[in-house]
């Protein structure tokens, strides 16, 4: 274990990499922006030891329930001997007469009257870089909060000193995401980055947001916060084929995975070297640091009560404007032509691309496929290896079609389903049945996915009618072998799926044990090979990869994906080994598999730019 741990340490000097001062190529250039190092602390050893004590006590309630804790008992946060200060001081306020009180009464009704001072500063606020986003906005009955603060406490009831700590709080966990976002050049929403960049010059905050700029999102030239609605047209332009395409000629350069992560090199002579190109990544001890920081946020009790009595503030303060409003802005939406809930753009997100239909929609699908492909070869039985037709396939399981209902076909994902991923999964079997599963809802089958292509391009279609609603469905990459990718991008062309309301999310899902049992791989770091090599050699050369470089074009993104309500026995630290290394029948934790994704994919954003 002490070994793991030294070559853990010794990564940044084993993978140096020297500055390149000259661009190599025209496709992958060294970014200059950097991942700042983790700077070791003493507060490192308390956020270390707070988050043991956290993942100690809830593997011990696990252990002892025997489930997952969907319920978080409740506890006080509170001293009462702080509580009882509180509750003194508001007494105290209470019984105040004479002319405090009458004064108290008279600002206690000057609600909704701002004073001229906040009524220039919103002037000036508006004439600034924020007003479009209020020129258009109703004229509503605005709620101003009045009244005299008790000293010592905020407008919310929660004492100052526990109201600063909270907000420094939530701003390093803001800095912390706008950090992780910024370097796998994924866009942050613009208006907390600009609140957020009031702070970087303050003491408390330095160090948080090295290296990251404003122009650190840049997106075709255009900075994040320069973009308009223009750069964004709503329709795509039409294309016959969406898919005929020019595949761009490649580059020279030499990819190997080390370590769990990916390197690109410039030459074979670099990689005999060890000098990959300067491709930025965050550091495991900056990953396990920040980690351990949000262990800490998450466990902070006056945090948590700020935060659900801040919420509540906002919910309530809600409600009161709808009551107060709810007819003014019925009356403004309806004053907007050609706009009403059936003609906005809505978007469908986490959707399988197995489960983007109904239930009735697969049971019309599947009997019009057996009176119109009834002799069609569909399947090769296991046992026998005798090729089936879709008519021997129902009868081998004593079904007509006329026999099929919805009821009988039970795919709909009911009350059951809840917090039961085993149930869950077994809905994706019509009729119980896994065969009939792999005929009408797999890509990767005996007849190469032809009928799930179908029935999606059914939806698509469905899709394209409503002409206002777009949906974002979900392919799986397991990571069992390289050729995952193009059988699925082989499929998606071959049988040309594609529509301008959809974009594709790959899901890849956590079972390294089940395919470690099976003996389809070695170790972990297999399992990565096979998911990011194929990604990083069709960047590097298009055309070794024509019909995967095509598909790429219409993928948003990545998510991993399991039954969170299992318990992790394993803790991912500084001593756990690494990918090359995980040799053991147990799955790594979540944890585990969030760094080397996150990192692999920040890696492939940038050689790709």
């Not at 122009?215 to 255009?222: A, E, H, L, R």
């Not at 030499?254 to 690109?264: A, E, H, P």
């Not at 197995?354 to 046992?383: A, G, P, W, Y």
């Amino acid at each position: 274990m002490a070994e793991r741990s030294e070559r853990m340490d010794g990564r940044d000097d084993d993978l140096k990499r020297p500055a390149q001062d000259e661009i190599l190529s025209p496709t992958f250039a060294p970014t200059k922006l950097k991942f700042p190092n983790h700077i070791h602390t003493e507060m490192d050893e308390k956020f270390q030891q707070l988050a043991d004590t956290i993942l100690s006590r809830s593997t011990e309630i696990i252990g002892k329930e025997g489930s997952a804790p969907y319920e978080i008992p409740e506890y006080p946060i509170v001293e009462n001997e702080r509580k009882f200060y509180f509750e003194k001081q508001l007494s105290s306020r209470f019984f105040n007469t004479g002319d405090q009180a009458s004064a108290d009464h008279e600002r206690n009704n000057s609600v909704g009257k701002p004073s001229a001072m906040d009524s220039e500063s919103y002037q000036r606020m508006s004439s600034t870089d924020v007003y479009d986003e209020y020129d258009l906005a109703p004229d509503f009955q605005r709620i101003y909060i009045a009244g005299q603060e008790i000293s010592g406490i905020s407008s919310l009831g929660v004492p100052l000193h526990d109201l600063k700590e909270a907000s420094k709080s939530l701003v390093q966990a803001l800095m912390i995401r706008e950090k992780y976002m910024a370097m796998s050049h994924q866009s942050f929403p613009k208006i907390t980055a600009r609140f957020l960049q009031n702070l970087e010059d303050n003491e408390e905050f330095q160090g948080m947001k090295e290296g990251f700029g404003k122009g650190s999102t840049d997106v075709d030239g255009i900075p994040y916060f320069d973009r308009r609605v223009s750069d964004h047209p709503f329709h795509p332009p039409k294309k016959e084929d969406p898919f005929d395409i020019e595949v761009p000629m490649g580059v020279e350069c030499s990819l190997k995975m080390v370590q769990g992560l990916m390197y690109v090199y410039e030459n074979e002579e670099a990689v005999k070297n060890n000098t990959p190109l300067e491709l930025p990544y965050v550091q495991p001890k900056t990953f396990l640091a920040d980690q351990n920081i949000m262990y800490a946020l998450i466990s902070d009790g006056p945090l948590k009560s700020f935060c659900y009595r801040r919420l509540s503030y906002l919910s309530s303060k809600y409600q009161l404007h709808t009551l107060m409003n709810e007819l003014k802005e019925s009356a403004a939406q309806k004053e907007v032509p050609h706009r009403d809930f059936y003609n906005i753009r809505k978007v469908d997100t986490h959707v399988h691309a197995s489960s983007c239909m109904n239930q009735k929609h697969l049971l019309r699908f599947i009997k019009k496929k057996m009176k119109t492909c009834s002799d069609e070869v569909v399947c090769k039985d296991k046992k026998s290896g005798k090729e089936m037709t879709l008519a021997e396939v129902f009868d081998s399981m004593a079904l007509k079609p006329y026999d099929l209902s919805v009821d009988k076909l039970d795919v709909h994902a009911d009350r059951n389903t809840f917090h039961r991923f085993d149930k869950f999964n077994a809905k994706y079997n019509p009729i119980g049945e896994s065969r009939l599963r792999e005929i009408f809802i797999k890509t990767d089958n005996y007849i190469n996915g032809k009928y799930f292509g179908h029935v999606i391009k059914e939806v698509m279609e469905d899709l394209g009618e409503s002409k206002y609603q777009n949906a974002e469905y979900r392919l799986s990459i397991y990571g069992r072998s390289r050729d995952e990718w193009d059988k699925l991008a082989y499929w998606a062309i071959e049988n040309k799926i594609y529509s301008d309301n959809v974009r594709w999310m790959i899901q890849i899902p956590r079972l390294y044990d089940i395919y470690k049992s099976a003996k389809i791989v070695k170790n972990f770091q297999e399992i990565l090979e096979n998911i990011f090599m194929p990604l990083f050699e069709v960047t590097r050369n298009p055309q070794s990869h024509p019909e995967l470089h095509k598909f790429l074009i219409y993928v948003s993104g990545f998510d991993s994906v399991d039954d969170e309500s299992k318990t992790e026995h394993i803790k991912f630290d500084l001593e756990t080994p690494l990918p090359e290394d995980w040799c053991q029948d147990e799955n790594p934790p979540y944890s585990y598999y969030l760094y080397y994704m996150y990192a692999n994919i920040t890696v492939l954003n940038q050689f790709r730019r």
